[in-house]
């Protein structure tokens, strides 16, 4: 209390009593399902209790229920809001089970996709915190750039937001033709926004005061509840997976890794800010060194519709059927034989064969029937491996038990935000009520993440 | 009059059970209430889980849901019609969806946002409560996992034409 | 005694330094793992952290895996990560019987206090030395560990009442 | 007396308006009290011990001088409406009411009541 003299602190015995108070599940600003137990004294926080387990939806139950392709949609659903980086995660982890190195063009894909999605979670990320304290008009913004990539997963997937895109061994489909021109459009038109972002915000003082100097997370409080991330980044540390175990083609491009000092809000912000700058820099080489693939077949033939592919293969008459090539969207419906090498790893155990072998030829129908039915399936050996990809909140790992049967025996995710909210009651401590606002916005916690 | 003639095709069955005994749209103040409160519907978004990503792009300016009187998001229950049930119900959180429902004031319809709200989605588990009908009686079920902005416009426009047929609750 | 520990540096330092208290070990697919005894999980990861070649500082993950007919029949798997020398190591401790018990490590990193209330949770394993082990996923109604092979994936518990408080009542 | 009617005429309106939305409501909304409804929101949840508790002597005095100077700031509004009249007069006569108040607020600065610890 202020030493001055006419403003003592009360008379002992006429202390004021503290309140009890939840900041419940259903909050606004407690992304809907974090509930904060308070015990106030005026407005300084005395105690804080956080419970946490609203959205837990049985994810790794669930993923020894089907076989190891069946988990990717489950994965889209723990960090949705960068689907496309848990995806990388479980399949890199049972490709690493499977001992089997994917083809350049699908890691170069990958990388690409995974930085779009990080850029959408810091986008979504620095938006929600942002409109929680007051900044109405960044989170518009935001939220139009953020449509802008959408539209580019949109494209490559086929759905904005659970993409289920890869598979053991590869990706769904290729990129459509012209993505390349799409994404850089896509860039330019988000960069405009997140300098008008920028503008709004770094020097914008009512921000800056909010932000700054609340939520101070020290170094050893990090590595003591092994916080990775951008939250580790903001204290100073530079550990980023991507760069101290690069992984895909990470070490072959040139980035850097933005780390902050005093480890508060606002550093995380700035991070944040220039990591989603960053990872513009990775997807530009990322289309830039492209291994140019045949993205659509050379048809020496004449090419076939893929209907009549099929009728011709039900009919019998397959003779020759295997040579030719067929013109098959080179996305989503079918997979044309060429494209799918270039992207999928030729693995007949793991990768399903391009649908003119599955209806051409005997061996290709009993490839597909090996690795579709249940009991067959894809089978790696018996053992155990663990994969960590940099999630958009820190090291995002998955580590994966195989008994050599068909599907996982274990699939363990481990959550980056996890232990930052173990963190968070010792974080709101001594600090005011309003800055539990801006400390949870910068924790970025991620309901399907935390609670599996 | 209005949005009632052109709704949906096999109208006349009876209005909803929710609120109100008739369905059929009697009288002039009936259509004006009606008319009323379909285009000024204040939401509790309930949100949890992966749906309120869909749920941001619809409140934003590219798919706007203002455009039929139901952005502004009222955090009180107090203060909103519809409650948007946004996102995976688990057992944990039933209770807590169970009384925010009770405390909203009537005239209050509840929507169904997502597939796991309907059905459970493809959570079939011990932790997902299987669709949020045995919870709190539902008017709306937007099926998707999660429904694009545009599903959810065409729902609210459905929404919006259950109430024209409605009874309108009146003392 | 243990199979050879093969080329990798980490797993030969802890060889010779807690040779007795080692199972086994293996470097499946570059992954350097060491099944220890229980007894010892806290002294080995003390050395462990502050052996000047190792320094495996950070806890990045703590979980468990139930192998049903073997025995033992629990493993919690501990991931240690090291940031000046950029390597992991993968720690194994069997647990079996009824009520299985390993030692804690919220003596040496506080991260262990929810990751071990987690693996509570969902596996039923104590953790002797916690100091507040409950439920942290699901609620206290709960009945068993989900995550246990012979939990069925679907069976349903009783709903929970209107309630006032999420977690344990608080004084 | 035609001076006032513009008031009056404007005072009787919003008693009308909001009088009319009020009874409106009162009587068109449907009244369906139940035991949860009448809870106080919490989030979801209800609330542990009841609001009411001392709490810190600070908030009361900050509302205290809020007051203080907002009935202050009310004495402008007149001046703004007569300025022209009132002329040099006017302005003396405010700026000691303002040096007043300016005392006030100093005295309060400098005894720390402004500073929220």
Known sequence: MSENRAVQSPPDELHSQTMQLTMGPSHPAMHGIIEIRLVLDGEKVMQAEVEIGYLHRAFEKSCEQGGWNNAFPYTDRLNYVSPLINNVGYAMAVEKLLGIQTTERCNTIRVLMSELSRVTDHMTCIGASAMELGAMSVFLYLMKAREFLYDLVEAVTGAR???????????????????????????????????EVDKLLTRNRIFVDRMQGTGVCTKEQAISYGITGPFLRSTGIDFDVRKANPYLIYDQLDWDVPIGSVGDNYDRYLVRMAEIEQSFRIVEQCLGR??????????????????????????????????????????????????????????????????????????????????????????????????????????????????????????????????????????????????????????????????? | MGIGDRGLAGQAEAGAVHAGEGGWVSSKLDAAVAWARRWSLFQYPFVTACCGMEYMSLVSAHYDVDRFGAALPRFSPRQADVLFVVGTISHKIAPVLKNVYEQMCEPKWVVAFGVCTCTGGFYDNYATVQGIDTIVPVDLYIPGCPPTPEMVLDGIMKLQAKIDRQKQELV | MSESAGANPILERLQQRFGDRIRSTHDF???????????????????????PGLELDILMDLTAVDYLQRRPRFEVVYHLYSLKHRHRLRLKVPADGEAPEVPSLTGLWRGANWYEREVYDLFGIRFSGHPDLRRILLYPEFVGHPLRKDYPYNKRQPRLPPRSGGGAQVT | MGAYASIILMFAMVAVMVGGMLLATHLLGPKRPNPIKAQPFECGYFPKQSPQGRFAIKFYIVAILFILFDVDLAFLFPWAVAYRELGLFGLIEMTVFLGMVGVGLFYVWKKGVLEWE
């Not at chain 1, 890869?166 to 769904?172: E, H, P, S, Y």
């Not at chain 1, 459509?176 to 988000?190: H, L, N």
């Not at chain 1, 068909?406 to 959550?415: F, I, L, Q």
Request: hydrophobic share 40%; aromatic share 6%.
């Open chain 1, 161 to 195: 937001l659970t993409i289920s895109y890869l598979r053991v061994g590869g990706v769904k489909a290729d990129l459509p033709e012209g993505f390349a021109p799409r994404t850089r459009k896509a860039i330019a038109d988000s960069r405009e926004v997140l300098s």
């Open chain 1, 290 to 452: 492209m291994p140019e693939g045949p993205l659509n077949v050379d048809a020496e033939g004449k090419q076939m519709a893929p209907e009549t592919m099929v009728d011709l293969a039900k009919l019998g008459r397959t003779e020759g059927l295997i040579q030719r090539p067929v013109l098959v969207e080179p996305t989503l419906e079918g997979s044309q034989r060429a494209r799918a090498q270039i992207v999928n790893v030729y693995d007949r155990r793991v990768v399903l064969p391009p649908k003119e072998e599955t209806y051409a030829s005997i061996e290709g129908l009993m490839n597909h029937f090996k690795i579709i039915m249940s009991g067959h399936g894809i089978r790696p050996p018996a053992g155990e491996a663990y994969q960590a990809v940099e999630g958009a909140n820190g090291e995002l790992g998955f580590y994966v038990v195989s008994d050599g049967g068909d599907r996982p025996w274990r699939v363990r995710c481990r959550p980056p935000c996890f232990p930052i909210m173990a963190l968070l009651s010792e974080l709101l401590v001594g600090e005011m009520v309003a800055d539990i606002v801006p400390t949870f916005g910068s924790v970025n916690m991620i309901g399907g993440e935390l609670d599996r």
């Open chain 3, 29 to 51: 697919r570059g992954d350097a793992t060491a099944t220890v005894d229980p007894a010892a999980i806290v002294a080995i990861c003390d050395w462990l952290r502050s052996e």
